[in-house]
């Protein structure tokens, strides 16, 4: 797990969003509403998207903030939840990464590498035990 991983706010424009995504070379980044909280995430297909939309409408891609391109649903996990059933979400809902929300604030983001990094441990040890 990434402890105080980036994040933007709702109200950011979408440009900001896509400069830290590159930047960091992020896939994603959790966006937060006015009180600090999870509110949705916005991922580089969300730019895309919302910048390919507003350039065929003749629109300006400036213009755009991160809550007219973000996606509201928040795949999530606790803290305690184990590292099994966090691999096996995001494989049934095929996310690349999952928010870690404790008592309504993010508190991280596990990714799949922190997930393949740590099956390929957990399997080192076993290996290492027979």
């Known amino acids: 797990m990434y402890p105080n991983p980036l994040t933007i706010s709702e109200h950011a424009p979408l440009v900001q969003a896509i400069q830290v995504l590159t930047e960091f070379k992020l896939t994603g980044l959790t966006v937060l509403d006015d009180s600090g909280k999870p509110c949705g995430k916005i991922t580089e297909l969300d730019c895309i998207r919302s910048i390919l939309n507003s350039v065929y409408n003749d629109g300006n891609p400036e213009n755009i903030q991160v809550a007219q391109a973000m996606t509201h649903e928040i795949h999530s996990c606790g803290p305690e939840d184990s590292i099994v059933e966090v691999a096996q979400r ?3 809902t095929h996310q690349r990464r999952n928010a870690v929300i404790k008592d309504g604030a993010l508190v991280g983001q ?3 590498s922190n997930i393949l990094w ?7 040890a076993r290996q290492n035990m027979r």
């Open 110 to 112: 596990v990714s799949s």
């Open 90 to 92: 995001m494989l049934d």
């Open 118 to 124: 740590a099956l390929m441990e957990h399997s080192r």
